[in-house]
């Protein structure tokens, strides 16, 4: 994903991302990663570092997006995967919503956590699913189209 988006060499991008195979709807992931990254960017308006990591934990991947950007106020993370919520000056507001969608429609969860002038971290949480047919098992209650990819 990182070599579909433009980073402003202000940035210094750290992949720390594994090549684990999961099974999932890879255009959809996509779009949820390039979302997540391209937030980082917005929020980080100086030099600064964005961080993406991958873990094992137990029967789920994790998979973390970490800005050292401007961060989030307590009164917009509550409503942050909300549609029409934006801390931007021009945006709709849809894209973390959206993102929460495509992420739960896999069984996994989105979460956030932030410090205002330190950064935020976005973290997925989404269970491995090793074989086409227990991938097969979400499909039919989904829709997501079957796909084996690497993370990130």
Excluded: W, Y
């Amino acid at each position: 994903m990182l070599s579909k988006i433009q980073v402003p060499g202000r940035l210094n991008i750290i992949n720390n991302t594994k090549d684990d195979i999961i099974f999932l709807d890879l255009e959809k992931m996509e779009k949820v990663f390039a979302s997540l990254i391209k937030n980082s960017i917005d929020a980080t308006p100086e030099e600064g570092t964005i961080q993406i990591q991958s873990t094992l934990k137990e029967s789920n991947i994790e998979i973390s997006f970490t800005d050292s950007g401007l961060g989030i106020t307590e009164n917009i993370l509550p409503k942050l995967f909300a549609p029409l919520v934006t801390t931007k000056a021009k945006g709709m507001g849809m894209s973390l919503a959206v993102c929460k969608r495509i992420v739960e429609a896999h069984g996994g969860k989105i979460g956030v956590e932030s410090a205002v002038g330190k950064g935020t971290t976005f973290t997925i949480s989404l269970p491995v699913k090793q074989s086409k047919s227990e991938f097969t098992q979400v499909q039919m209650f989904t829709g997501i189209e079957k796909k084996q990819a690497p993370i990130v």
